[in-house]
C-alpha cells in the first residue's frame, strides 16, 4: 500500500503551478541541500551508500510487520501507526505540531511514502521481505518487529545494506545486546529491564522465599526473558524450580499448565507473548491455576489483554506505555489515532509511531538522509515528548533508557476496551533510579558495534 493512495502528493500540485509556480516551489522543496536534489548539505560531501542519495522527490520508508501469525494482532497496529506516521509527517498533525525539528510538510524538502510487507512472525520471512524493500522499493529506512527474531533478522540485514532499521517490538536482550548493530535502534525496553522493574515489587506483593516455575517461548526473547526473570528473582530470594520451553504459535497449554501446577512452586510465570500470552493465561486460569499459584504475565499489551480478557485480573506485567497517561504528547498521539481508527491504540503501535518520528527528526537535524550522518544524530539522543517521560538513545549500544509501566490486570468488569483500559499501573519505574545499567554491564556488555560504513 502506498501513502500516495489518501492524499494529494506535491508533484500533482507542481504540474499545475506552472513555470513561476514551478520556480518559487522549487526552493522550498529543495530548501534541505544546496546542490538540487533534496538529499541535504551539499551531497558532494557524502558516497553512495545503502540506498542513498534518493533519485526523485519521494523518500521511502518500509514497514515490515507481523500481519499473519501469533503476533498478528500486534502487527495490525503498528501498521496503523506507521500510516499515521507518514501522513502526519507529510501533512502536519500528531506529534508533528509538537516536535520543534518536523514541519509537516515532508521531510528535508522530501514527501514520505512508504511500502509494507508481512514478516509472518518469521525471521527467514521478516528478512526476505526487508531485502525486497532494500533492493526492489529502494526504502531508506525500514522498521518492523514484534518478534524479536524478526527484528534481530532485519537488523543484520540492515547491517549488512547500509540501510537503517528502527527497529518496532523487540524485547530481547540480544537485540541491543550481543546482536546490536550500527544501523539498528531500538526505544523499546529490554526483559532485563523488565526483571529490574518487576521483582521488587511482585515480591513485595506475594512475599519472601518464594518457589517459581517458568514457561517461555522457545525462541530469543522467550530465553532472554525467563534469564532475566531467574537472575533478578532469585537475587530477591525467590528460587526456581524448573523454566520449560514451549514452542512459539502454541494453541493448548494444558499439559505444559499442569506440569506447573504439579511442582508445588508458588508462582508461575508466563513467558507469552501475543495471541500465546492470551491463550496460556486464559487456559492458565480455565484450568484453575490461579487457585493454587501467583500468575505473572512479565510483558503485556492491550491486544493480549483484550484477547484474555478477565483472565488478567490480579495479573502483574509490565508494558511500555499507556493511552490513558496524563501527558501532552500521550493525549496528542491518542486522540489522532482514535479519530483515523476509531480505536485506542497500544504501546506497540506508538513504538512504530515514535520510530518513524524519530528517524524523521535525525533526518531533519543532520540536514541529510546519508545513513551515517543519521546514525550519529541519534546515537545519544535526549527527548521527552514521546509520551513516556526523559528517554536517552545510548550511543555504546543503541538501546533506549527510558521509564517501564508495572501493571496489574483488572476483572473483565474494571475493563474499557473503548478507553483501552485493561490494567491499573502500579508504578511507573523510572530511569535510572529503577530500571537501566551501564554499557558495560547487562546486555550491553555483550555489544561490539559494528562501523558506520564509511569509515
Known sequence: MSSKET???????????????????????ESGNGDGNGNGNGDSEYPSLGNYPIEGDTATLGFNV?????????????????????????????????????SGDGVNGYEIDYVTGDTATDADTARESGSRMISRDDVIMFSGGSSSAT???????????????????????????KDCVRYSFREMFNAYMTGQ???PIVTEEFGDDLEFYQLYADYTWGQTQQASMRQFFEEAGWTEVDSVPTPLGTDDYSTYLQDARDSGADVLFLNHYGLDGSNSVSQAVDQGIDEDMEIVVPLYNVPMAAGAGGSIEGVFGTD?????????????????????????????????????MLYAAAVE????????????????????????????????????????????????EEQDPDAG?????????????????DCDSGPAAECELPEYGDE
Request: net charge negative.
Open 7 to 29: 492524499r494529494l502528493d506535491r508533484r500533482t500540485v507542481l504540474k499545475g503551478a506552472g513555470a513561476a509556480g514551478i520556480a518559487g516551489l522549487a526552493g522550498c522543496l
Open 66 to 102: 507481523p500481519q499473519t501469525g501469533p503476533y498478528q494482532e500486534e502487527g495490525a497496529d503498528e501498521l496503523r501507526a506507521y500510516e499515521l506516521a507518514a501522513d502526519h509527517l507529510n501533512n502536519g498533525g500528531g506529534w508533528v505540531d509538537l516536535w520543534d525539528d518536523l
Open 151 to 177: 527484528a534481530i533478522a532485519q537488523q543484520e540485514l540492515a547491517q549488512q545494506e547500509n540501510v537503517q532499521f528502527m527497529c518496532c517490538l523487540t524485547h530481547s536482550n540480544d537485540t541491543t545486546g
Open 197 to 199: 522493574a518487576l521483582a
Open 320 to 356: 511500555g506505555w499507556d493511552a490513558n497517561l496524563d501527558n501532552e504528547a500521550t493525549r496528542v498521539f491518542a486522540e489522532a489515532f482514535r479519530e483515523e481508527y476509531d480505536k485506542t491504540p497500544s504501546s506497540p503501535a506508538r513504538l512504530a509511531y515514535s520510530a518513524t
Open 365 to 412: 537535524r543532520a540536514g541529510t538522509f546519508y545513513p551515517p550522518e543519521v546514525i550519529r544524530e541519534l546515537e545519544g539522543y535526549e527527548w521527552d515528548n514521546g509520551g513516556i517521560g526523559e528517554e536517552v538513545m545510548r550511543e555504546c549500544d543503541h538501546q533506549t533508557m527510558r521509564d517501564i509501566l508495572v501493571v496489574r490486570g483488572l476483572s473483565a
Open 421 to 437: 483500559r485493561y490494567w491499573e499501573v502500579v508504578e511507573q519505574s523510572s530511569y535510572p533510579d529503577d530500571v537501566g545499567y
